[in-house]
């Protein structure tokens, strides 16, 4: 088992591991104790009350950021025709059909949001064990999937900072908030965006205790507990 770095070690030393911190106090920590070179993206991880085996309690949606993720978005498009200039007014970075499928089927992944319409499906649907992966395979429960009207919003969506969500098999959620370098108001902001999107997806098989912890880190930092009762009054639905 590696050793921790002495800077990781000298940031650890500032966070007490035996208390829970409000969310502004968590982030002021998370910003004081990051040390890398880098702007670090701040993240969240939820421990949620849910059984991952059994369909009916899976968790899984998208948060849309006010602030952003402090980062270029780099949208791609599957549309052809009328919906692949639709696309391309809206802003998207890469538009096609078959020629982006190959590209993809060569290795190419260049971008970090794929959007669909329906009719392009039955071609895209054979990169799912590529795209399935890297979480870029368009999706209709995550709005990835959309006619061609709709193509603006869901861009315009996804530059802004579109995040998508989804339950791992031990239980948890990851999800990036921002960067370490945004204000503290921001950071909050994005914060309580994302709880009340994961609060929203609650599924109907969820018993007991919904979301049992919540830590935030930085990429390279330490993880900060969150009290829960104001991390889930930021929910505007709380």
Same mark, same amino acid.
């Given at each position: 088992m590696a050793r921790a770095g002495k800077k990781y070690l000298e940031a650890a030393r500032?966070?007490?591991?035996?208390?829970?911190?409000?969310?502004?106090?968590?982030?002021?920590?998370?910003?004081?104790?990051?040390?890398?070179?880098?702007?670090?993206?701040v993240e969240l991880h939820l421990r949620m009350g849910v059984d991952p085996r059994?369909?009916?309690?899976?968790?899984?949606?998208?948060?849309?950021?006010?602030?952003?993720?402090?980062k270029k978005v780099r949208i791609l498009v599957f549309a052809q025709?009328?919906?692949?200039?639709?696309?391309? %007014? #809206?802003?998207?970075? !890469?538009?096609?059909g078959d020629e982006l499928i190959k590209?993809?089927?060569? @290795?190419?992944?260049?971008?970090?949001?794929?959007?669909?319409?329906?009719d392009m499906m039955g071609k895209v649907g054979r990169l799912g064990k590529i795209l399935g992966r890297r979480g870029l395979m368009p999706n209709p429960k995550a709005g990835t999937v959309v006619?061609?009207?709709?193509?603006?919003?869901?861009?315009?969506?996804?530059a802004q900072g579109r995040v998508e969500f989804k339950l791992d098999r031990?239980?948890?959620?990851?999800?990036?908030?921002?960067?370490s370098s945004f204000d503290k108001e921001q950071l909050v902001q994005n914060l309580a965006a994302v709880i009340e999107a994961?609060?929203?997806?609650?599924?109907? %098989? #969820?018993?007991?205790? !919904?979301?049992?912890?919540?830590t935030l880190s930085t990429?390279?930092?330490? @993880?900060?507990?969150l009290d829960l009762k104001p991390t889930l009054a930021l929910s505007s639905g709380q």
């Open positions: 500032q966070v007490d591991r035996l208390r829970t911190y409000s969310p502004q106090e968590a982030i002021e920590l998370a910003q004081r104790t990051k040390y890398a070179a880098f702007d670090e993206t059994h369909a009916d309690q899976q968790v899984r949606g998208v948060a849309l950021l006010p602030n952003g993720l402090g025709g009328e919906a692949a200039r639709i696309a391309q %007014g #809206a802003g998207a970075d !890469y538009v096609g590209q993809i089927e060569g @290795g190419w992944l260049g971008f970090d949001v794929a959007i669909a319409t329906p006619p061609a009207e709709d193509l603006p919003r869901a861009i315009a969506e996804a031990t239980g948890i959620i990851h999800l990036p908030i921002g960067k994961v609060l929203r997806a609650k599924p109907s %098989g #969820a018993k007991g205790q !919904y979301i049992r912890s919540a990429t390279m930092g330490p @993880g900060i507990k």
